[in-house]
């Protein structure tokens, strides 16, 4: 597609439910990043993908969050048994070769856990 | 360690009025790049520039321009003639070679353009 696509834009969930954000790059596009921002904050980097070499996953902030990138394009993030501390605007952003371009960002998913 | 601070949390101005947004990094590589993105109201990272560290050459595209000093660690952003849609949330943002591929932002600088 033309952009970055991701969805839901938004995602309201009870707690300790499982949720998915789904992410859909630039095609072509072989680097593909999760960040989380929460409200008034600055960008976290939470997992990494680059073509076909195992993710960087350094950023995730506990176990109950995991990411798979399939056939490297689309990519989804799974939160387990989410937390109010979960909440959040979950972007994904794709670039063609790394870190010496800029990155391409989605609109985010808003994900509020009640 | 990678470390981008943006001093500024917000900075209010009159339309018309030149501002500049402070970045200052840290960072242990030889190579790395920098970036500027806007995040309007609409929430959406919008991309502005990229500069690579051996590149310390200043920028101007139309009413924005980048300052980047490595004796300072900085990469300063100025708008020029500020309007009302230059308000939004602007962040640095670092990359570096031994950092694995990890963009580190900033906290980001609220700017409100007042007409």
């Known amino acids: 597609g033309a952009g970055v696509s991701q969805s839901p834009s938004n995602k309201v969930t009870e707690k300790g439910k499982d949720v998915e954000l789904r992410c859909d790059p630039i095609?072509?596009?072989?680097?593909l990043y999760w960040y989380r921002q929460s409200l008034g904050q600055g960008l976290e980097f939470l997992i990494y993908?680059?073509?076909?070499?195992?993710?960087?996953k350094s950023g995730l902030p506990s176990d109950r969050f995991s990411a798979e990138r399939t056939g490297g394009s689309v990519s989804t993030l799974t939160i387990q048994r989410t937390q109010q501390e979960d909440s959040a605007v979950y972007l994904c952003a794709s670039s063609p070769y790394g870190t010496d371009y800029g990155y391409t960002f989605g609109s985010g998913t808003r994900l509020t856990v009640v | 360690a990678q470390k981008v601070t943006q001093a500024q949390t917000e900075i209010s101005v009159v339309e018309k009025e030149d501002v500049t947004l402070d970045c200052v990094y840290e960072t242990r590589d030889t190579t790395y790049y920098l970036f500027w993105y806007k995040q309007p109201p609409s929430g959406e990272l919008v991309f502005l520039i990229r500069r690579n560290s051996f590149d310390e050459q200043n920028e101007i595209s139309g009413r924005y321009s980048w300052n980047f000093q490595k004796s300072t660690s900085s990469f300063n952003f100025t708008i020029t003639a500020s309007q009302v849609v230059d308000s939004a949330v602007y962040f640095c943002?670092?990359?570096?070679?031994?950092?694995?591929?990890?963009?580190?932002f900033g906290g980001g600088t609220r700017l409100m353009v007042k007409p």
């Open positions: 943002a670092l990359s570096g070679n031994n950092a694995g591929n990890m963009l580190t």
């Open positions: 993908f680059q073509g076909n070499s195992a993710p960087d």
């Open positions: 095609s072509g596009h072989t680097a």
